[in-house]
């Protein structure tokens, strides 16, 4: 009777793992293709976390470009830093995380048409005796490490005087702690950061004009191509410019 019992059990058992494995395996043929969007989610309105979500203007761009290819799209949070290794180390993977098309990654990464423009800009405390761009020599000035922020700073006023750190929002608090006297970096976080910081204030100069645009593996015409021509018609039908107003509505 046990014996029975154990091969009547042993069946039903098969039976349901055979069931489970075919289901899966109709899921897997519904699944779409995966696409990653790497990015460095301390960057708001480009990308930043709402609770556990990454959400902002990239994050909503790279939705519409997986809708548009019919993929999946998986976003990938790491340091600003890792990007462009990981995108010429991963298939269907891109990078985007308000990066700025420079010509020394040029030569590592391959980018699309731009989707949008920044600026450089520097937050102070606000009682700072810091007013013009000329004021921060000799000063320490936070940026986030191998961002654009960064490659002004220590060219300009020495790497000695540059306190790199991994995370935007970590440059704000060293400048609130007092570790640092200003910070170089994008005038849409700029802008966001000195709204919800007390204390703080952004300079009345703009420091240099920059190309936001999405980067490919190198050498990867395909994806390139692909990314391209979402992006470009995302923008022409004024889907880029909806999703900017979104987050930056103009004064
Ligand atoms: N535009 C600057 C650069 O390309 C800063 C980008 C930082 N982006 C970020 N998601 N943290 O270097």
Do not use: W
Not at 213 to 233: Q, S, Y
């Amino acid at each position: 009777m046990k014996k029975t019992l154990a091969i009547v059990f042993a069946l039903i058992l098969t039976v349901c793992c055979i069931a489970s494995c075919g289901s899966k395996k109709d899921d897997a043929a519904d699944e779409k293709e995966k696409l990653y969007m790497c990015t460095n989610a301390t960057f708001p309105p480009y990308e930043y976390y709402d609770g556990e979500d990454i959400v902002g203007i990239d994050a909503e761009i790279a939705q519409k470009i997986a809708d548009k290819l019919d993929m999946e799209l998986v976003i990938e949070d790491m340091e600003f830093n890792s990007i462009i290794s990981y995108v010429n180390s991963h298939d269907n993977a891109f990078g985007m995380a308000g990066m700025t098309v420079t010509p020394d990654r040029q030569e590592s990464v391959d980018f699309t048409t731009s989707y949008a423009k920044g600026i450089q800009s520097v937050i102070v405390a606000e009682d700072s005796d810091i007013k013009t761009l000329d004021d921060l020599s000799g000063k320490k000035i936070g940026v986030q490490l191998t961002t654009t922020g960064d490659i002004y700073a220590s060219d300009e006023f020495g790497s000695d005087y540059v306190v790199q750190y991994n995370k935007a929002t970590d440059c704000v608090l060293g400048l609130k702690n007092g570790d640092v006297d200003a910070v170089i970096i994008d005038n849409a976080p700029a802008q966001v950061f000195v709204e919800e910081n007390d204390g703080l204030k952004l300079l009345d100069t703009d420091y240099a004009d920059e190309d936001y645009a999405i980067a490919v593996k190198k050498g990867d015409t395909e994806l390139l191509n692909k990314l391209d021509k979402a992006i470009t018609e995302l923008i022409e039908d004024g889907t880029v410019q909806q999703i900017v107003d979104k987050y930056i509505p103009s004064k």
